[in-house]
C-alpha cells in the first residue's frame, strides 16, 4: 500500500503544468437561443456570449459571409428578429435586453431596456408583436 501511495505521489509531482486544470473558472452564461433567422431569411443572428457582442451573417450566397458585429450587454444569451430591421438580444448579467437596428450602416444599438434580474429569453407573440 505504501509503494502505491508513493507512485501515485510522484505521478501527481510529475504532470506537466500544462495538463492540470486552471486555478480560475471560466464563468459564461449558457445560450438559450443564441441564433435567430431575419423573416425574409436573408441574414442569420448569433450571440457572442464571450464577446458580448451579436454578430451578423448574410445568407444571400452560397456561404454565410460574416457581415458585421454590434457590441451588446453582458454575457447575451439570446436573440429573436421579429422583422428585417430589428433585432432583440437578451443580456443575462446586464438585466437587459438591446434592440439592434440591423437595417442601419453600421448596425447599432437604438435602446437598452433594464428588465430585472438575469432574463433568460424573450418571446414575440400576437398580430402586433408584443414581447412576452
Known amino acids: 500500500m505504501r509503494a502505491l501511495i508513493s507512485s501515485l505521489a510522484l505521478a501527481a509531482i510529475t504532470i506537466p503544468a ?16 443564441p441564433a ?39 454575457s447575451p444569451v439570446a436573440v429573436a428578429a421579429p422583422s428585417d430591421a430589428r433585432v432583440w438580444v437578451v443580456n443575462h448579467l446586464s438585466d437587459s435586453v438591446s434592440v439592434v437596428d440591423v437595417a442601419s450602416t453600421p448596425p447599432r444599438v437604438l435602446a437598452t431596456l433594464l428588465v430585472g434580474d438575469e432574463p433568460s429569453d424573450i418571446v414575440f407573440a400576437g398580430d402586433r408583436k408584443r414581447v412576452v
Open 36 to 74: 435567430a433567422l431575419s423573416p425574409d431569411g436573408a441574414r442569420l443572428f448569433v450571440v457572442n456570449t464571450p464577446d458580448d457582442r451579436l454578430e451578423i451573417f448574410d445568407l444571400s450566397g452560397a456561404l454565410p459571409r460574416h457581415a458585421g458585429s454590434v457590441p451588446v450587454g453582458l
Open 18 to 33: 500544462a495538463a492540470q486544470p486552471p486555478s480560475y473558472l471560466n464563468f459564461e452564461a449558457g445560450a438559450v437561443r
